[in-house]
Nanobody, 123 residues
Framework: QVQLVESGGGLVQAGDSLRLSCAAS????????MGWFRQAPGKEREFVAA????????DYADSVKGRFTISRHNAKNTAYLQMNSLKPEDTALYYC????????????????WGQGTQVTVSS
């Protein structure tokens, strides 16, 4: 069993940056792809970004490409999401997720979810 705890969310202004962290415990995450999803009020949860177990492969939603960067530190059992040039439409509850590959995460197949961290971007 894996537990995921997100942190780093907050209230920022448009154009600001935030870095989210996802700390995993319970077992090593070295063989899992890790990803981030988000859910805005009244909308469905959507894929944001994913990274392979080695860190060599990444994928991003078109809406965040060029602004967000996903990374991971397997020795620390932690994944990160660096979010730059934030927009009000980035406001959502951000979730960390684990599954076998970047492709399956992008398709919404998830083995483990975190509880989420709120990101609010004011205009």
């Amino acid at each position: 069993q894996v537990q995921l705890v997100e942190s780093g969310g907050g209230l920022v202004q448009a154009g600001d940056s935030l870095r989210l962290s996802c700390a995993a415990s319970g077992r090593t995450i070295g063989t899992y792809a890790m990803g981030w999803f988000r859910q805005a009020p009244g909308k469905e949860r959507e894929f944001v970004a994913a990274i392979s177990w080695s860190g060599g492969s990444t994928d991003y939603a078109d809406s965040v490409k060029g602004r967000f960067t996903i990374s991971r530190h397997n020795a620390k059992n932690t994944a990160y999401l660096q979010m730059n040039s934030l927009k009000p439409e980035d406001t959502a509850l951000y979730y960390c997720a684990l599954h076998g590959s970047v492709a399956t995460l992008r398709n919404g197949v998830v083995s483990y979810w975190g509880q989420g961290t709120q990101v609010t971007v004011s205009s």
